[in-house]
C-alpha cells in the first residue's frame, strides 16, 4: 500500500470510530523530507520527531511548509535550547530543570510553545515520565513559565501484548489527566496511542494519537525499545 493510501485510509477509520476530534499527530522519525511532504500535500499538519539534529534539518528544510512540529523523543537540558527555538510543541517534558530550560530558549518574538508532560503511568523502570504524584508541581512550574503554554500529558505505556493491560494503562491516565484538570482547567490534549493500540486508547479517552508505523511502514531499527523513546 502506498503512503497516500495508508493515509487515507487511517483518516478515515478515524472519522469512522467516531474521532474526528482526535489529532493525529504524524511520526516522522527516520523518515525522509519528500515523505512528509507527501503527507502535508494530502492535508496533514502536525508531525512528531524523536531525534534533534534530524529534525531540525526536516524542519529547516521544510519551512515554507508551515507545518506544526512536536518533539516526542527523550529530553535532557542540552536540547532544550535547540527544541525550543525549532518546534511547536514538546511532548517529553517530565522534570522542572527542563521547564526552565525550555522557558529560556525560547524567544519573545515566537508564541508559546506548547507542552505536554510525559507521565510514567505503569512504573516501567528505565522509562522517562514524571510519576502522576509529581505532576500538580511540574503543571505548576509550567504554568509559571514565559514562553511556555500547559497542554496536557502524554504516555507511552509499556507495549504490553496484553490488550487489557494497556486498556488499563490508558484509563489509568485518563483518570491522572481528569484530575490534573480541576487545577488548570485550560488544559486539552491527552497523547496516547500509537499504531498498535489507537482505537483502544482512543476508547479510553485519548485527544492526540501518535501514529509512525501504521502510516509510513516499517523503520529500519535493531532495537526496539531505543527506537521508541527516543535517544
Ligand atoms: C516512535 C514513537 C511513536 C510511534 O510509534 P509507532 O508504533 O511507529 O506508531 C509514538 N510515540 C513516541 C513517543 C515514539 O517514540
Given at each position: ?20 476530534d482526535v489529532r ?65 510543541w ?24 506548547q507542552i505536554l ?32 503554554e500547559l497542554r496536557g500529558l502524554m ?22 489527566y481528569k484530575?490534573l484538570r480541576?487545577?488548570h482547567a485550560q488544559i486539552d490534549t491527552l497523547s ?13 479517552g485519548s485527544t492526540m ?23
Open positions: 500500500m502506498s503512503l497516500a493510501q495508508r493515509y487515507t485510509e487511517l483518516t478515515d477509520q478515524l472519522a469512522e470510530l467516531g474521532s474526528g493525529l499527530l504524524a511520526v516522522s522519525k527516520k523518515k525522509s523530507g519528500a515523505e512528509i511532504g507527501e503527507l502535508a500535500d494530502l492535508g496533514q499538519r502536525a508531525f512528531g520527531e524523536n531525534y534533534l539534529q534530524e529534525a531540525v534539518s526536516k524542519i529547516q528544510a521544510l519551512a515554507d511548509r508551515h507545518l506544526e512540529w512536536h518533539f516526542i523523543g527523550r529530553l535532557q537540558s542540552n536540547k532544550c535550547a535547540d527544541v525550543a527555538r525549532y518546534f511547536d514538546c511532548q517529553s517534558v517530565d522534570r522542572e530543570r527542563l521547564v526552565n530550560a525550555l522557558s529560556r530558549g525560547r524567544s519573545e518574538q515566537q508564541s508559546p510553545l508532560l510525559q507521565t510514567n503511568i505503569d512504573g516501567e523502570v528505565g522509562k522517562g515520565g514524571a510519576t502522576p504524584e509529581q505532576l500538580p508541581e511540574l503543571a505548576d512550574a509550567v504554568a509559571r513559565a514565559p514562553g511556555l504516555a507511552i505505556p509499556e507495549p504490553s501484548p496484553d490488550l487489557d493491560q494497556r486498556a488499563a494503562a490508558f484509563r489509568a491516565l485518563a483518570d491522572v484530575q480541576k487545577q496516547m496511542g500509537m499504531s498498535a493500540d489507537y482505537a483502544s486508547a482512543i476508547a479510553q494519537i501518535r501514529v509512525g508505523t501504521a502510516l509510513f511502514g516499517a523503520r529500519d531499527t535493531l532495537n526496539n525499545s531505543r527506537d521508541r523513546d527516543g535517544v
